[in-house]
């Protein structure tokens, strides 16, 4: 029983600990993740924020 209850907040845990690896260091905002494909075809990831 207890063991069912301790599942649940792990997945509720790991999926706070996902949302939180996108905030920026410098300000805590959430940051925005642009793909931008270079002429060569290649893909960038590039985070949008203050420390740009
Ligand atoms: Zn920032």
């Known amino acids: 029983m207890s063991e069912k209850g301790k599942s649940k ?3 509720a ?3 706070e600990n ?3 690896s996108i905030v920026c260091r ?3 905002n ?3 993740t642009v793909i931008a494909v270079s002429p ?3 893909k960038r990831i590039r985070r949008i ?3 740009e």
């Open 40 to 42: 060569s075809g290649k």
């Open 18 to 20: 996902k949302s939180k």
């Open 30 to 32: 959430k940051i925005e």
């Open 49 to 51: 924020c203050c420390c």
């Open 9 to 11: 907040t792990g997945v």
């Open 26 to 28: 410098n300000c805590g």
């Open 13 to 15: 845990a790991r999926s």
